[in-house]
């Protein structure tokens, strides 16, 4: 089984950084797209950032210039530094492993980690 565990999240005060990253682990080949999606309360899970095997990465107008992602293959880890943090900012962090394989002939199959907490006060 595939497992994505979240860590980094904390409260800051508006202006201030943090650094979010996704370990996975478990049976897998391969991971095409990592990436972190967000949900504040009363809105749907938006994508934030994503990163390809292939280092493309995809970033929401709402935080370019602000987050960078970035990704290490070999420890199978997606890392999102959060820069200049707004309060708008404040949901739940997800990360989502994207076109998984455990195998060299299997499925491609999708995961999604149990978020972490980023809260940023005014």
């Known amino acids: 089984q595939v497992q994505l565990v979240e860590s980094g999240g904390g409260t800051v005060q508006a202006g201030g950084s943090l650094t979010l990253s996704c370990l996975a682990s478990?049976?897998?080949?391969?991971?095409?797209?990592m990436g972190w999606y967000r949900q504040a309360p009363g809105k749907p899970r938006e994508l934030v950032a994503s990163?390809?095997?292939?280092?493309?990465?995809n970033l929401a107008d709402s935080v370019k210039g602000r987050f960078t992602i970035s990704r290490d293959n070999a420890k199978k880890m997606v890392y999102l530094k959060m820069n200049d943090l707004k309060p708008e900012d404040t949901a739940i962090y997800y990360c989502?492993?994207?076109?998984?394989?455990?195998?060299?002939?299997?499925?491609?199959?999708?995961?999604w980690g149990q978020g972490t907490q980023v809260t940023v006060s005014p």
């Open positions: 478990g049976s897998i080949f391969s991971i095409d797209s």
């Open positions: 990163v390809s095997s292939g280092g493309n990465t």
């Open positions: 989502n492993a994207d076109r998984v394989k455990i195998a060299p002939l299997s499925i491609l199959r999708n995961y």
